[in-house]
């Protein structure tokens, strides 16, 4: 049996679409909520992601899960999650103890000294990417349903990170020439499009995609930032670099 936990919020729908098995076949598997779980996973495989779990709230359930004795243990797409000023008072990206705990380590961040351990977020797999969309908007904002204080105006085509209908969220941002976010789903995702990236960054989260977008001082300001874009094979990249850790998964827990 393998168990699976990742946080199953359906208000936010990047945490809620990140978790391997939607795209991929582990036999036997049970499916839950990261905190306060109370799967049975002694002797047992566990894995975990994605998301942004490496936040010390997050962290400590992770670290209860791990203290349960599993036989194999997983991080599968998890990223930094916390405010700028921890990171800065460290002068370098925090990596949990637990993680060296953990049997195989796959993180979203791309961060020099552990390129080895890279992987984007799983949801690049959903077939809602193999879509092409018409372009009807020159520029569409996408916001972070509780972190986002941006008041939209008339004649904005915006959207927030609590809408449950993933084809729907894709399509909404496919419609678009530039993509405003504080979302850091809404910045992948769109880069997985091809989209030009403007990101209001509020947590350290965006700080380490592989590809920077534009960063802005305010979401109003887009207009002062210069585009941004991801390589052009960032969605077969990112696909592929999940179809090998999958096979290495496999392999792991066989």
């Known amino acids: 049996m393998i168990y699976e936990v990742h946080r199953k919020t359906k208000n936010n729908i990047g945490d809620y679409w990140c978790n391997p098995s939607r795209y991929f076949d582990f036999g036997e598997i049970q499916s839950g909520e990261l905190l306060h779980n109370r799967f049975p996973i002694?002797?047992?495989?566990?894995?975990?992601?994605?998301?942004?779990?490496?936040?010390?709230?997050?962290?400590?359930?992770?670290?209860?899960?791990?203290?349960?004795?599993?036989?194999?243990?997983?991080?599968?797409?998890?990223?930094?999650?916390?405010?700028?000023?921890?990171?800065?008072?460290?002068?370098?990206?925090?990596?949990?103890?637990?993680?060296?705990?953990?049997?195989?380590?796959?993180?979203?961040?791309?961060?020099?000294?552990?390129?080895?351990?890279?992987?984007?977020?799983?949801?690049?797999?959903?077939?809602?990417?193999?879509?092409?969309?018409?372009?009807?908007?020159?520029?569409?904002?996408?916001?972070?349903?509780?972190?986002?204080?941006?008041?939209?105006?008339?004649?904005?085509?915006?959207?927030?990170?609590?809408?449950?209908?993933?084809?729907?969220?894709?399509?909404?941002?496919?419609?678009?020439?530039?993509?405003?976010?504080d979302s850091y789903h809404g910045a992948y995702w769109g880069q997985l499009l091809g989209k030009d990236i403007r990101v209001l960054s509020w947590s350290v989260k965006f700080d380490h995609m592989k590809y920077p977008p534009s960063y802005l001082s305010h979401i109003t300001k887009w207009k002062e930032s210069s585009p941004s874009y991801a390589s052009k094979d960032f969605l077969n990249e990112s696909r592929n670099l999940n179809k090998q850790f999958y096979n290495k998964v496999l392999k792991l827990i066989s």
């Open 42 to 181: 002694k002797d047992q495989s566990i894995l975990i992601g994605g998301g942004g779990l490496i936040h010390k709230k997050f962290s400590d359930h992770i670290q209860r899960l791990l203290d349960k004795g599993p036989a194999t243990s997983i991080i599968w797409g998890i990223g930094h999650n916390f405010s700028k000023k921890h990171e800065s008072k460290s002068l370098q990206p925090y990596y949990p103890k637990w993680l060296d705990r953990v049997s195989l380590v796959g993180i979203r961040d791309w961060i020099d000294g552990h390129y080895n351990s890279y992987l984007p977020c799983v949801s690049c797999m959903h077939p809602a990417f193999d879509k092409t969309y018409k372009v009807t908007n020159d520029i569409v904002y996408y916001t972070h349903a509780f972190k986002s204080k941006y008041q939209y105006k008339q004649g904005d085509a915006w959207m927030k990170n609590d809408e449950k209908d993933f084809d729907k969220v894709i399509e909404f941002l496919g419609s678009a020439n530039t993509i405003v976010t």
